[in-house]
């Protein structure tokens, strides 16, 4: 019974490697999406003056607004990462007849791509190039460093404590190179639907705010609204608003027209006003 429990161990332990192999991608995936949704909308409000805390987004809301922008740069790292895989196969097996000779050359030229992207790296956080492109050439720079450690490696055991301290060095870049990106994607395309929203260049509905009492916008003086019955009626109604979000039970409204010293209005959804979105 003994022998039997310790032949089985083997296969639990195969099988927590294989979960913990397929979890880990999930859980850096997840977590870029959710960085890259809570950037762009930081960037998004911080356009209108407002707050991210004030808005009240739950985690999910932040993954949902950063799938459709960050699908394609992950498409893009994805295609790099797999292209310095498959040239490191393709040629491999393609440079000259001795194998050594060919992983010698196989292998400088990963260094090669590797100390030129730790240069854009370095070059972007001082300046010199653009951060974008700092960013990604990390990335690239890890990957191609690893591969070139790879093929010279006398060995790929991951019990050796070299390969796998390159190998965690080279995971921990590849993560701050896709936070990174995000980062600055995320801004930008934050940026970017701010303006987009304030111009009018992506439509907003229009909003008719009816209240009891006078705020502090320009109002027209009302005798009730048709359909409603209260004793206490609504008395001003509040034309040329825009809906920016509602969350967290506010209303978020943007002038129809934003301009310098426009100022984004914040309301907690109650009875003491009414509102109606056309368009």
């Given amino acids: ?10 296969a639990w332990g195969d099988l927590s490697g294989r979960v913990t192999a397929v979890l880990a991608p999930v859980s850096l995936l997840t977590s870029t999406l959710f960085f890259f949704g809570w950037v762009r909308s930081r960037a998004l409000f911080a356009y209108f003056g407002v707050d991210l805390g004030l808005v009240g987004f739950s985690p999910a809301d932040y993954v949902l607004r ?29 440079l000259g007849r001795s194998r050594e000779k060919s992983r010698a050359l196989v292998r400088s030229a990963f260094l090669v791509v590797a100390v030129v992207g730790a240069a854009l790296a370095v070059g972007a956080v001082i300046g010199w190039v653009s951060a974008l492109v700092g960013a990604v050439a990390l990335g690239v720079a890890a990957i191609s460093g690893y591969q070139a450690h790879a093929i010279g490696a006398e060995s790929l055991s991951p019990r050796g404590d ?12 590849v993560v701050a190179s896709a936070f990174w990106s995000a980062a600055i994607v995320a801004e930008r395309s934050g940026r970017e639907l701010a ?10 509905s ?4 009816y209240s009891r009492s006078r705020l502090a916008l320009p109002a027209e003086e009302f005798t009730g609204l048709a359909g409603v019955e209260s004793d206490k009626p609504y008395l001003y109604v509040y034309r040329d608003l825009r809906l920016l979000t509602f969350s967290g039970q506010r209303w978020f409204l943007i002038p129809k027209d934003w301009g310098s010293g426009s100022a984004t209005v914040i309301l907690r959804d109650d009875d003491s006003i009414r509102l109606e979105l056309v368009g």
């Avoid at 303006?195 to 907003?204: C, K, L, M, T």
């Avoid at 229009?206 to 705010?209: W, Y």
């Fill in 162 to 173: 070299r390969a796998v301290g390159f190998a965690v060095f080279a995971v921990l870049a």
């Fill in 1 to 10: 019974m003994g022998a039997d429990t310790a032949l089985r161990r083997p």
């Fill in 66 to 94: 950063s799938v459709e922008i960050l699908f394609q740069p992950i498409l893009i790292a994805g295609f790099i990462a797999f292209a310095l895989f498959l040239a490191r196969l393709t040629l491999t097996g393609y």
């Fill in 195 to 204: 303006e987009a929203f304030a111009d009018g260049r992506v439509p907003r």
């Fill in 206 to 209: 229009e909003v008719l705010l």
